[in-house]
């Protein structure tokens, strides 16, 4: 199968998932990667493995670069079964391997693969600031723990200024294309963003240390390959995702309002249209999510992207809608920080079902507004107060974090 370069000796061998469409309830609409490194030089290293059923794929791609039998090493950056589920078939195959890890992933590796060989395995752990030549090329180990197992590590060739990048810097994109600059750009940097909101987005600080250390060590990056998805190659790409993420990680975003809503009778619909108008009339962008229609990954990319969000819900058994319920704990884990939020919506008999969004709002230590409730079908002075709503929002946003 074909192989492809990324510098002299240093091959991309991983395999494609063109049919996953649900990565651990993140929904992955483009397919995904598994990437895989091989380092031809004196010594060969293999970086990362693939899931479990993608072994056979990995070894024909080795097999147009060498022998797998006279590989060297092999360097598992992160366990999650998306990179190790193929390893112990690989092990099988690959014969004498020496086996570099962090302390905690070899101590994973025994806990996940405990009735597949792993006892027989020649490991050494490796940490930050660890080196290994394999003839001209030198890898540099580097750990990231909680980027995003407590496993992670990245592994850095310095000589071509290669970065492996593990769970950094990637994303969920199904492609015959490996690299950034072949492929829309407009698509990879949204599948990035949606990546990170999804996946990093509650490791914020762990990826200002990643940025701060790289720096600390003098680690220049011509190429940032990362485990899933395409690989930046020219400086502009580089410098693209770089930014974004250092932007993302401290939770800058443009001056606009998204509404995370769903609704019953079309009351909290009403509404949501409303504080829309508001939100528009003072020339602030607005994008609208309906929850039963939306995927959850769009709408914690709209929480990425947004300075202030709304969630809308009418009251259902003195709470919100499941759905609603679904979006709030699946939000809790992502843990956004500075961001303007409120919650709205309509009932019946009861309220209870913007309190309860409100009180998880503030449980998330997010800055919170009044939140805005009407009994049945708003009448038009309500609609009127739902524009005012989204006004004050919206005149909110443009100073906030000025």
């Known amino acids: 199968m074909e192989r492809y370069p990324l510098k002299d000796d240093i091959w991309w061998v991983g395999a494609i998932d063109w049919n996953v469409r649900d990565f651990h309830g993140y929904e992955t609409s483009r397919g995904t990667t598994y990437n895989a490194y091989l380092i031809t030089d004196e010594k060969k290293a293999l970086v990362d493995g693939v899931r479990h059923g993608f072994g056979p794929e990995l070894l024909r791609r080795l097999r147009g670069c060498c022998d797998p039998g006279d590989i060297d090493y092999l360097v598992i950056n992160h366990v999650e079964m998306d990179h190790s589920g193929a390893i112990p078939w690989l092990v099988e195959r690959l014969g004498p391997v020496k086996i570099l890890c962090s302390k905690r992933a070899k101590d994973a590796l025994f806990l996940l693969y405990h009735g597949e060989g792993v006892a027989g395995w020649d490991i050494t752990v490796v940490g930050t600031g660890d080196e290994l030549s394999l003839g001209r090329y030198t890898l540099t180990f580097l750990e990231a723990p909680m980027l995003h197992w407590p496993d992670s590590m990245l592994t850095y060739v310095r ?121 528009a009339q003072e020339g602030v962008e607005c994008s609208v999510f309906r929850l039963n229609r939306s995927a959850l990954a769009d709408v914690a990319r709209a929480v990425l992207d947004h300075r202030a969000f709304l969630v809308g819900s009418p009251t259902l058994n003195n709470g919100m809608l499941p759905t609603v319920g679904g979006f709030m704990t699946y939000l809790k884990g992502l843990r956004p920080k500075e961001r ?63």
């Open 159 to 279: 000589e071509p200024k290669v970065l492996l990048a593990n769970d950094a810097f990637g994303q969920h994109l199904a492609t015959s294309k490996r690299f950034a600059d072949e492929v829309d750009p407009g698509v990879v940097m949204d599948e990035a963003a949606k990546y990170y909101a999804n996946i990093l987005m509650p490791f914020g600080a762990q990826v200002q240390k990643l940025v701060k250390q790289v720096g600390e060590l003098g680690l220049e990056l011509d190429t940032i390959a990362p485990s899933h998805g395409v690989i930046w190659r020219t400086s502009a790409d580089v410098a693209r995702i770089v930014d974004a993420y250092v932007a993302w990680s401290h939770f800058e975003a443009p001056a606009r309002v998204a509404l995370v809503f769903d609704t019953r009778w079309h009351s909290t619909e009403k509404m949501t249209r409303a504080i829309e108008d508001g939100i």
């Open 340 to 402: 303007l939020a409120a919650a709205y919506g309509s009932y019946g008999w009861g309220g209870g079902g913007a309190k309860q969004i409100d009180a998880g709002l503030r449980e998330m230590g997010l800055t919170v507004m009044e939140p805005l409730e009407f009994k049945y079908v708003p009448t038009e002075d309500d609609l009127s107060a739902c524009v005012e709503y989204g006004r004050q929002v919206a005149r909110r946003v443009k100073v906030w974090g000025t």
